[in-house]
């Protein structure tokens, strides 16, 4: 006989698909509040109250330390070159950039990544 997991197997995707919207949302609140700053307040709001109304969404909520950690994880890639200024030129142009320390950015991103993953995978486990 075959086991009987269907329902198990669906609630788990349903949890995985809810934490990948939240995650979504996560990185789109977290950009936007670094690119817009408190202009971004009011969707941001709009958008965690929307995703809070559907029960299903309402219990993967981890995600959204996840989809912040993906946004600080971008930002540490973009101020690979740092700490400091750094000097380019071409044929055509030159400048010189000023960077931020990446560390900061890649550690406190790669740590709300696992946290949320964690998180997530122990919820789903204590439910099961």
């Known amino acids: 006989m075959k086991p009987q997991g ?11 698909g809810g934490f990948c919207v939240w995650a979504l949302l996560g990185t789109a609140a977290a950009f936007a509040l ?5 202009l971004a307040v009011l ?3 709009l958008g965690v109250w929307f995703a809070t109304t559907l029960p299903p969404l309402r219990r ?10 993906v946004t600080l994880l ?7 070159h740092g700490p400091g200024t750094t000097c380019w030129h071409t044929a055509t ?4 950039d000023e960077y931020l320390n990446p560390l900061p950015w890649l550690v406190a991103g790669a740590a709300l990544v696992v ?7 122990r919820r789903m486990r204590v439910r099961s």
């Open 6 to 16: 269907g329902i198990a197997e669906h609630t788990s995707l349903a949890a995985w």
């Open 34 to 38: 670094l690119t817009l700053g408190t």
């Open 43 to 45: 969707p941001i709001l």
């Open 60 to 69: 993967s909520w981890f995600g959204v330390l996840t989809g912040v950690g």
């Open 74 to 80: 971008y930002v540490a890639y973009v101020q690979r």
């Open 93 to 96: 142009a030159a400048g010189c």
């Open 115 to 121: 946290i949320g993953f964690i998180a997530q995978a």
